[in-house]
């Protein structure tokens, strides 16, 4: 476990903490403590300290462990990672949301429609902290794109700690495999100890 | 050959096989040639057929009988991500592409695969390449195929362009074919014996 200070930003101002777990690694931690057979990534900047934590828990370097692999394109990693869940696992997926338009049509018709858990974390572009001009245009909308097609999803920020988003994850996957549904945790890093594009 | 005489080939071989099958009409045309639990139906989903092997071919007991999946040329070239994917995580899978240069269940229009070698893409991309242009090379290269190790296979199935008449659509709900074909997975390591019956 990382032990260091952090800094963030509490919503009554700048407060000063003293955290025991980074916020990338409170989210890997969470995905192994959840029993998830294999995550598969389409990788980013912000989300990069998860998926090298990940690879770094798994015994791996540079991207890659025994259960943890990079994937070209969202929709592929829907595919692969739901197909765990015919096999009595749980797959998760590590992505940003500007993907989750790839990954719609498969999210929908694969997992939704045949009932396969699968747990999905993703970092957010759409808000606070974002300065490309165009990413907004899908970002901003993805909860009501995740809502109008009933896919379920948590939403994690600043407000709070990362004992909280690790807690959020692990029963994020819990939820899963309890409704038979994909469910997806959408991760705004800013003013959090994390890296922003 | 047409898409139903491949078919009836297949379901000959694969009986044993965790099998994921592209959409629509090549879907109905197996189901209506022999419906089974190891059958796994993307009733649609177009493009994820490599996925979804490769998903499973990574997730299985290493006890079970190699993925095979039967997909077409406009479903592959949907998402041909999945062969360059392949060649990078070496999934020991075997993909069968029934290649009739069309999108068999939109109308007939064209796909690329008229000018494009998608068989050469695959052995591109890592995987072990075989053609089967008739019932008997079906056979003897699915054969040969099945024992590759270490990387997918691929098996580029020419077949005429059209779809069997008076085929019945599967109007399944989803979720039961998830319940029968991952009751049959969990089931299929054991002796045949033993297995529980999962017909619906
Ligand atoms: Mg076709």
Redesign the interface.
């Known amino acids: 476990m990382v032990t260091r200070p952090l800094e963030f930003f509490g919503e009554s101002g700048k407060e000063r903490l003293q955290v025991s777990i980074s916020y990338a690694a409170s989210v890997a931690e969470a995905f192994w403590a959840s029993d998830v057979a294999r995550v598969v990534y389409i990788p980013s900047v912000t989300v990069a300290p998860v998926i090298e934590e990940l690879v770094r828990r798994d015994g791996g370097a540079d991207g890659v462990s025994p259960r943890v692999t990079p994937l070209s394109r969202e929709e592929e990693a829907v595919g692969v990672a739901g197909a765990a869940a015919l096999c009595g696992k749980l797959g998760g997926i590590v992505m940003q949301d500007n993907g989750f338009g790839n990954a719609l049509t498969a999210l929908t018709t694969w997992t939704l429609s045949y009932h396969l858990p699968l747990l999905i974390f993703a970092n957010t572009r759409g808000s606070l902290g974002e300065y490309n001009s165009m990413i907004h245009s899908i970002s901003t909308a993805v909860p009501r794109l995740l809502e109008a097609t009933g896919i379920h999803y948590l939403e994690l920020d600043r407000r709070s700690g990362p004992e909280d988003w690790g807690a959020v994850v692990r029963e994020a996957a819990n939820h899963a495999q309890m409704t038979f549904r994909p469910v997806v945790v959408l991760g705004s890093f800013w003013n959090t100890d994390g890296r922003l594009a | 050959m047409k898409r139903i005489e491949a078919l009836e080939v297949l379901a000959e071989l694969t009986a044993q096989h965790p099998v994921v099958v592209t959409c629509a009409a090549t879907s109905r045309e197996l189901a209506s040639v022999k419906d089974s639990d190891n059958h796994?139906y993307?009733?649609?989903?177009m493009?994820?057929v490599?996925?979804?092997?490769?998903?499973?071919a990574?997730?299985?007991?290493a006890s079970l009988p190699k993925v095979v999946g039967l997909e077409g040329d406009g479903s592959l070239l949907m998402?041909p991500?999945?062969l360059?994917?392949g060649g990078?995580?070496k999934p020991e899978m075997l993909m069968v592409l029934l290649d009739n240069e069309v999108y068999g269940s939109t109308a007939g229009l064209p796909t690329y695969s008229s000018e494009v070698n998608v068989e050469e893409l695959a052995a591109a991309a890592g995987w072990a390449t075989g053609r089967a242009p008739d019932q008997q090379s079906l056979r003897s290269e699915y054969a040969r195929l099945l024992q590759v190790t270490g990387r997918p296979g691929f098996l580029h199935v020419p077949i005429e362009a059209g779809n069997a008449a008076e085929i019945p659509k599967l109007l399944i709900d989803?979720?039961r074919?998830?319940h029968r074909?991952?009751r049959w997975?969990?089931s299929a390591d054991k002796p045949s014996g033993s297995r529980e019956t999962v017909a619906e």
């Open positions: 796994l993307l009733l649609d989903s493009g994820l490599g996925s979804v092997m490769t998903g499973l990574l997730g299985r007991d998402n991500n999945v360059p994917t990078y995580l989803p979720v074919i998830t074909f991952s997975l969990a």
